[in-house]
């Protein structure tokens, strides 16, 4: 028997870190990296997997307790593995890692869940947690029942369709129904066609696609002293330049250095797209739209305004073709010329981020030597945590 303690390893200076999950017990035999525990700090969830194939003796610690790098988590029998130490690792990102063990071994065995645990990864287990599902009710499709990601996501399509038995899996009271004319003289009308279609869009991304908004400010004094100018000298004969098609323009240069927000999930592989098709919301009488610009980056500041001013009148009398509205990779909503000061514009899937613009309003900016005016544009930029973390966000 060849006893060897597994301690918890460099985990990028996390010092104080919870432990969620306790997947094994005594008695269970484990697979070289085969899941043990799952540590979770206020940034990123993190499995210690197992750094070679063995029996579990002993389990030291426990679901609430606080650990840091070098706390001893467990006791395997190696069946003679060698102990080894494994290179220093980096600090962990914001979005899932799995945080290599402080020993290792050559040993290699087909891996197997603990009984009455859920086989899946950490990044699994994260998007489980952010959406409330229990995933020991899920059903794997994975190799040898391992749970994968759109496995979670039918699971929650089905819940909200009302069809897991049981309950909705959510923990969600039913839809309150209310004799609303008990109270009071109502009006009933149907809603129209786009709201309906928006509305199921809607709901479906808010739950599946696990949101944060970053908001911040730009300074456009110089930016809209300049379109002013452009529009009177363009007059009649060109296009009516608005604030949106320099926001086009930017937000193509910004995706273009930024390429995983012009990307798409698809299973367990990112979509990295090379085109620029910029969306943009369009209010219309019957609700709201999201008409595309194509190949954006290939479009000077006029041809976008140009195509803005086309779209959105084609929107406004109800004359959209489908190829009207696909395709797009990157959204923008616009709500400058109603008010507001932030909110927070809902991904439009399978994209993975969108841009929320308000009001410009006038405020007083410190220039280096006095408050001076200047124009200031707030700016919400909402994106699928899945795919990009918060620094990302905020570069």
């Known amino acids: ?50 750094p070679f194939a063995g029996t579990v003796r002993e389990v030291r610690v426990k679901v609430g307790d606080r650990v840091g790098e070098g706390s001893l988590v467990l006791v395997l029998d190696a069946d003679g593995a060698a102990e080894a130490v ?19 071994s050559p040993a290699e065995a087909p891996g197997t869940a603990p009984s009455g645990l859920a086989h899946a990864s950490p990044a699994v287990r994260k998007v489980a947690r952010e959406l409330g599902v229990d995933l020991s009710r899920v059903t794997g499709s994975g190799p040898r029942g391992r749970v994968l990601q ?54 479906r991304n ?39 098609a320099f926001l086009v323009k930017a937000c ?15 299973g367990d592989s990112l979509v990295l797209k090379r085109y620029f098709h910029v969306g943009f919301a369009a209010d219309t009488p019957n609700g709201l739209v999201v008409p595309v610009v194509r190949d954006a980056d290939r479009k000077g500041v006029l041809d976008i305004a140009r195509a803005l001013g086309e779209l959105s009148a084609k929107a406004r009398e109800g004359k959209l073709a489908a190829a009207d509205i696909q395709g797009g990779t990157f959204s923008i909503s616009s709500l400058g010329g109603i008010g507001g000061t932030a909110f927070t514009p809902i991904v439009n899937a399978p994209e993975v981020a969108i841009l929320g ?18 124009k200031v544009l707030p700016l919400s930029l909402s994106y699928d945590h899945r795919v990009i973390d918060g620094a990302a966000g905020a570069r």
Not at 170 to 188: C, I, M, Q, S, Y
Not at 253 to 264: E, G, K, M, V
């Open 357 to 374: 613009v308000s009001r410009v309003s006038v405020r007083p900016v410190w220039d280096g030597e006095r408050f001076a005016p200047r």
């Open 86 to 104: 494994a290179p220093p690792v980096a600090a962990p990102a914001p979005a899932p890692v799995v945080a290599p063990l402080a020993v290792s």
């Open 252 to 266: 193509v240069a910004a995706l273009q250095r930024f390429p995983d927000f012009n990307a798409s999930l698809d």
């Open 1 to 50: 028997m060849s006893l060897l303690e597994v301690r918890v390893p460099n985990i990028g200076g996390f010092k104080d870190v919870g432990v969620v999950e306790v997947l094994v017990k005594p008695g269970d035999v484990v697979a070289a990296d085969a899941s043990l525990v799952t540590l979770e700090s206020d940034k990123a969830t993190m499995d210690v997997p197992s």
């Open 206 to 244: 808010w739950v599946m696609v696990p949101h944060v908004t970053q908001f911040d400010e730009a300074d456009v004094t110089d930016l809209e002293e300049f379109r002013v100018e452009l529009n009177a000298e363009l007059g009649e004969k060109g296009p009516k330049v608005t604030l949106l």
């Open 150 to 203: 759109e496995d979670v996501q039918k699971y929650v399509k089905q819940a909200l369709a009302g069809q897991v038995p049981g309950g909705t899996g959510l923990d969600l009271l039913p839809w309150p129904k209310v004799d609303f004319a008990r109270f009071g003289p109502v009006e009933t009308r149907p809603l129209a066609r786009i709201r309906k279609i928006a509305g199921a869009n809607l709901a």
